[in-house]
């Protein structure tokens, strides 16, 4: 069948509305709140759950799906304000590795707080405990075909 049917339709395009006006609502919050962007928190948090809090940069952008280049720019930028360091790594010199820095630990902790009473206050809590669920079991559904 190469069309949706009505039920289909609604759920996808309610979807993607769903998840652009979230991601901008969050993203906003963010920003206003703490100061960090979107892929700069994403940056933080991912460094500051490693162990060592410490990622290889190629490491770091297969986890974030982005480019080398784009996450080499992006970390640049944070490295200016201070948030985290490139290493070398003491036993490969093939790669750095991008460091949280105490200002980066700082900042994600202080950020955190915010950012989950944003994704509670526009997702979480409008959701009941059967509808987080079902949701929590459809993004693995689909997750597990994707990666």
């Known amino acids: 069948m190469n069309r949706l049917n009505e039920t ?11 998840r652009l006006l979230l991601d901008l609502q969050i993203q906003r919050d963010l920003m206003r709140d703490s100061g960090l962007s979107d892929p700069d928190f994403d940056v933080l948090s991912n460094l500051s759950e490693a162990t060592g809090q410490r990622m290889r940069l190629t490491e770091l952008a297969a986890h974030l799906r982005w480019s080398k280049s784009r996450l080499s720019h992006h970390i640049g ?11 070398e790594v003491a036993h490969d010199g093939r790669g750095a590795a991008i460091v949280l820095t105490s200002r980066g630990v700082s900042t994600i902790e202080e950020a955190t707080p915010g950012h989950v009473a944003s994704v509670r206050r526009h997702f979480i809590d409008l959701l009941t405990e059967d509808e987080l669920r079902t949701l929590a079991q459809v993004s693995r559904t689909v997750l597990s075909r994707l990666e």
């Open 8 to 18: 289909e339709h609604a759920a996808w395009i309610g979807y993607r509305r769903m």
């Open 77 to 87: 930028r944070m490295e200016g304000r201070g948030l985290v360091s490139r290493q």
